[in-house]
């Protein structure tokens, strides 16, 4: 057998893997819903959301749209009053410019504060877009194609990542930039939002980063961390 057929058979068997532990995880938590906005404000609030959790983010996300009516005006503001608005979600000195940056990037590319112009590309040349912003990594690229366009992107975050690893989906030298392309050719068809946020809910519930709840996993036969770090 050939190197590539090695490497196809891996890929294979790693789909079936990524689809069971997809129904797994559906037994375990439902499926989960979201509630899909405009992708500006999808872009906004997930430049917030980094390097904090959700509840200081949403707290910042509501003062900063609760301050200014419109992104336009986010947009034109002193840097002071956007840094002050969103200054719960941390960094703000560093994300309040990054957002109004991002903001004046869509409007000189595309004449308006909209980039729904990305439901129409295909999801490598609406990432390439995204990316093309200062401060937008594959992570706020891909949250915003998925989750806005229904693009077949998946986010890796620090949640992603972990579990994924320990679960052998992804390799343990691969960084959460190259697993974005891995785990887009494993997740289950049309299934990515749904896969996505069942994981990161795994990993806040049961595969914490430390101590992980491995007595109580309901995935320990098909974790490599399990099999080899935990039980006897």
Not at 33 to 55: A, C, M, P, Y
Not at 106 to 132: K, N
Request: aromatic residues 6%.
């Amino acid at each position: 057998m050939t190197s590539q057929d090695n490497n196809e058979t891996n890929t294979r068997m790693l789909r079936r893997k990524a689809r069971t532990l997809h129904n797994r995880l559906i037994k375990l938590y439902g499926i989960p819903r979201w509630t899909k906005t405009d992708g500006v404000s999808e872009l906004v609030s997930t430049i917030l959301s980094q390097n904090t959790n959700d509840g200081n983010r949403d707290i910042a996300y509501t003062r900063l749209r609760a301050r200014f009516a419109t992104w336009g005006q986010v947009r034109d503001a002193p840097a002071e009053a956007v840094i002050d608005a969103i200054r719960p979600a941390g960094l703000a000195n560093q994300k309040g410019p990054r957002i109004q940056a991002a903001l004046r990037h869509i409007t000189t590319e595309r004449g308006a504060l909209d980039i729904d112009f990305l439901g129409d590309l295909p999801v490598e040349q609406g990432r390439e877009w995204l990316t093309s912003i200062h401060g937008v990594g594959p992570k706020t690229a891909a949250i915003v194609l998925l989750f806005c366009y229904d693009k077949a992107a998946f986010p890796v975050d620090t949640h992603v990542h972990r579990v994924t690893g320990r679960l052998g989906l992804i390799g343990p030298k691969v960084t959460a930039e190259q697993a974005h392309a891995i785990l887009e050719g494993l997740c289950p068809d049309e299934q990515y939002g749904v896969f996505h946020l069942n994981i990161i809910r795994h990993g806040r519930e049961i595969c914490h980063a430390r101590s992980p709840e491995c007595e109580r996993c309901p995935l320990q036969d098909m974790c490599l961390y399990y099999q080899k770090l935990v039980r006897p």
